[in-house]
């Protein structure tokens, strides 16, 4: 089941604050961060799987949704809360569909960008990730 974990949210008069840290909020050392945006509803992105990256979403404006499909976690997640997060570990498919014209998804991961990381094909990924 793809599960969105809770952030820490401190909130006064001013507004809100939501930090995350490694080994704290973040199950890994960051290695690289990066967001997407100004993404259209009727466009997919990601279709991938990554061999050996462990990611953390979060969308930090508007809404997207997350499908997962994997040997370890596999459902769909809105993405909708700035102090929500959605873990994606190694060898799960990702799908992001869904996105508000407002939506700034933001990426944690563990290691740093490796194009030989990346199975773009799901064939090629259902065979790998077959028991």
Do not use: K
Not at 20 to 45: D, H, K, L, Q
Not at 57 to 64: F, I, K
Not at 74 to 100: C, N
Not at 108 to 128: N, Q
């Amino acid at each position: 089941m793809a599960e969105l974990t809770r952030l820490t949210r401190h909130s006064d008069a001013r507004g809100h604050l939501v930090s995350v840290g490694a080994s704290a909020e973040v199950p890994f050392s960051i290695r690289r961060v990066f967001w997407i945006y100004g993404n259209t509803a009727r466009f997919t992105r990601a279709e991938h799987a990554s061999r050996g990256t462990t990611q953390m979403l979060v969308c930090v404006a508007g809404s997207c949704r997350a499908t997962l499909d994997g040997p370890a976690v596999s459902g769909t997640a809105l993405l909708d809360r700035p102090d929500a997060s959605l873990l994606v570990p190694p060898m799960t498919w990702l799908v992001l569909t869904e996105f508000s014209p407002d939506c700034v998804l933001l990426v944690l991961t563990d290691t740093l960008y490796d194009p030989a990381d990346t199975i773009s094909d799901l064939d090629h990924f259902r065979a790998l990730a077959a028991p």
